[in-house]
């Protein structure tokens, strides 16, 4: 059984940085042939996609919002999804998620149906 777990978030100041990590458990592959994202959720807000990374391609995907400050990566090794936020501003507050899937879409898709496994979140809050 595939399980994500998510850790790293935290209260920061607008303008600050946090790291966020996603561990796969429960694989005994590479995440390296899983498409992988993270999304978020802010109270009353539907659930979208941040960024994304293709499998075995490493072709990474961002939304708008986020492009020049947040970056995703993974360290294939440790099995773990890494996005990297920087200048972060107070409409960035939300919990994250992190999500991944064998099949082709996920990695290139904001769909969340493209992905079948996502982690419990973790919550982000920046302070103005």
């Known amino acids: 059984q595939v399980q994500l777990v998510e850790s790293g978030g935290g209260s920061v100041q607008a303008g600050g940085s946090l790291r966020l990590s996603c561990v796969v458990f429960g694989y005994t592959g590479s995440i390296y042939y899983m498409g992988m994202g993270w999304f978020r959720q802010a109270p009353g807000n539907e659930r979208e996609g941040v960024a994304a990374?293709?499998?075995?391609?490493?072709?990474?995907l961002y939304a708008d919002s986020v492009k020049g400050r947040f970056t995703i990566s993974q360290d294939n090794a440790k099995n773990t999804l890494y996005l990297q936020m920087n200048s972060l501003k107070p409409e960035d507050t939300a919990m994250y998620y992190c999500a991944a899937d064998f099949r082709a879409g996920a990695g290139s898709s904001w769909s969340a149906r493209d992905y079948k496994y996502w982690g419990q979140g973790t919550q982000v809050t920046v302070s103005s």
């Open positions: 990374i293709y499998a075995t391609g490493g072709t990474t």
